[in-house]
């Protein structure tokens, strides 16, 4: 079976790999929130983290189009990277599918969607986390490329 | 951020550069040592008199590269450090150099750095990390993220930040060490090659090869070493600061210079100097939005008013903030290790008043600025 990009960041929820959240930490003595691996909180340093699963949806704070892609890349190009700042506050770099350049605005409301990841040569298939435009209709496809 | 309190004033007593561009028949020592040896020429010292070295550099070339290239001047048994800290490793190993002095434990300390930067999009995580898969390790992608939402926020235009990639090539042109030497017009920059929208390939530093080095003396120093004290320049402040909170609770880099203007302001407070005591300055533009934040995060002008500053010409070699005056990251290049040291050779140029056809007129205080992946950010502030 197919693991997730990056356990400390996105836990796989359903025996079929396609549902999962994103995972954090909020810090019991500041109530900052972070994104990812966290051992002591990143503004006061406390080590009272509690864990915590982040809500599916978030907001476009910025994009791009990258047209010339990092070594190793695997996906298509050219490709939409997404800064999306989740509603407890941390941002989330990923690619956002499913949406035309035209349709891009910073701003407009996005959900999370994962899609299995062939890595580059033989290297193993990843389950990765993706934005997609909230309230559409379902995936085009689920497994790319 | 810093702890320690500067001590002995100390100074920069001669640089030197390799050119910047690429050589594929030089390995990196070789290139390390043709800006080493000027450098102590430049100081009128000799190598076995140099105390400590600090080596930046970034990608992999063997292990100790910098006892690997200064082996050849001699082994004279110092301590010689090498120093990965990304794109700020250069600054790093000067801000190293300038601790080791003004704490008393040196008098005379080299830095330097050389780097042979791989073609293609520059990346920080390793090869086999998450990030190849996300798709989010891309330098210049994290750049137009930046750009685009500076440009929504305040109205800048794509001109505005063509204009600095124009304003750069024109100052490369009248540099002979400079990577780039063609100049462009706007309508070039824009019509180049989109790599990550909107930012166009010319709006990209390019990926160097290239050295810079620098020895440091402390002043009370000066005679005994018999450094000429008139072509010494001070360093009147010396910071670095690694990556803080950014109220984003992010797993990646801010995308933000946030760590400026925490580095400025201590860099302002050590030095006694202020904004508009600076007479030229380099930042870290490694795209053309890079310089218009690092302009506002410095306080040289207000927030979100960079890109105006620019259009207005204010940021040209004859304007009252000149800005990367040898032609930056955008024409000059980045070769990471060298490019901190670079910026330190460019404004000691100019405050010895020996810039040529770049000389800002009447240079006595220059800033340079450095970030690098991390968010490792140094400010230096030199004097005449």
Avoid at chain 1, 53 to 60: D, R
Avoid at chain 1, 63 to 83: H, K, N
Avoid at chain 2, 83 to 108: H, K, M, P, R
């Amino acid at each position: 079976m197919p693991e997730s990009v990056d356990t400390r960041r996105l836990k796989l929820t359903n025996e079929e790999r396609t549902e999962g959240v994103l995972l954090g930490f909020r810090c019991l003595e500041c109530d900052t929130v972070i994104f990812g691996p966290g051992t002591f909180c990143q503004r006061c340093t406390s080590a009272k983290l509690e864990p915590i699963e982040f809500s599916q949806t978030g907001i476009l704070y910025s994009y791009t189009v990258v047209r010339i892609p990092s070594a190793g890349w695997p996906g298509p190009v050219p490709y939409i990277l997404a800064q999306v700042e989740l509603s407890e506050g941390p941002q989330v770099l990923a690619e956002l599918v499913d949406c035309l350049e035209d349709a891009l605005e910073i701003g407009m409301p996005v959900e999370l969607t994962l899609q299995l990841v062939q890595g580059e040569d033989s290297s193993a298939a990843k389950v990765v986390y993706k934005w997609r435009p909230a309230n559409q209709p379902s995936p085009t496809a689920e497994v790319d490329p | 951020m810093t702890q320690f309190r500067p001590g002995r004033q100390v100074m920069v007593a001669g640089v030197g550069l390799h050119p910047f561009g690429r050589f594929p028949e030089k390995d990196l020592p070789t290139l390390a040592l043709e800006a080493v040896v000027p450098a102590l020429g430049d100081a009128g010292v000799q190598w076995r008199d140099i105390q400590v070295a600090y080596f930046g550099h970034v990608y992999y070339n063997g292990m100790s590269m910098g006892e690997g290239a200064l082996g050849r001047l001699g082994l004279t048994g110092i301590p010689i450090i090498n120093v990965e800290n990304a794109c700020s490793s250069g600054s790093t190993a000067f801000w190293q150099a300038y601790w080791g002095i003004t704490t008393g434990i040196f008098d005379l300390a080299l830095a330097f750095g050389a780097e042979k930067v791989p073609r293609g999009p520059v990346t920080v995580t390793a090869e086999d990390s998450p990030e190849r898969y996300i798709g989010a390790d891309h330098m210049m992608a994290g750049y137009a993220l930046r750009m685009r939402r500076y440009m929504m926020e305040t109205g800048a235009s794509e001109t505005a930040l063509a204009q600095v990639a124009v304003k750069a090539r024109q100052n490369a042109s009248l540099n002979p060490y400079s990577h780039r030497k063609e100049t462009h017009s706007v309508e070039d920059v824009l019509q180049s090659r989109m790599i990550a929208d909107p930012l166009t390939l010319f709006q990209c530093c390019p990926t160097s090869e290239g050295a810079a080095a620098a020895v440091l003396v402390a002043e009370d120093a000066l005679s005994r070493y018999s450094i000429d004290k008139t072509r010494a320049i001070r360093i009147a402040a010396a910071v670095l600061t690694s990556g803080g909170y950014n109220g984003k609770g992010s797993d990646h880099s801010a995308f933000s210079p946030y760590r400026t203007e925490p580095a400025a302001l201590e860099a302002y407070e050590v030095s006694g100097l202020k904004p508009e005591d600076v007479d030229l300055v380099q930042v870290h533009d490694a795209a053309t939005i890079g310089e218009l934040q690092q302009l506002e995060a410095l306080h040289l002008v207000p927030f979100g008013e960079a890109w105006r500053a620019t259009e207005d010409g204010r940021t040209a070699i004859t304007g009252d903030i000149p800005t990367n005056t040898d032609g930056g990251l955008l024409a000059m290049g980045h070769p990471f290790g060298a490019t901190g040291i670079r910026m330190i050779h460019e404004t000691v140029l100019q405050l010895r008043q020996e810039a040529g056809p770049r000389q800002v007129k009447n240079a006595r205080v220059g800033l340079a600025e450095c970030s690098g992946a991390g968010d490792v950010t140094t400010v230096h502030i030199l004097t005449r």
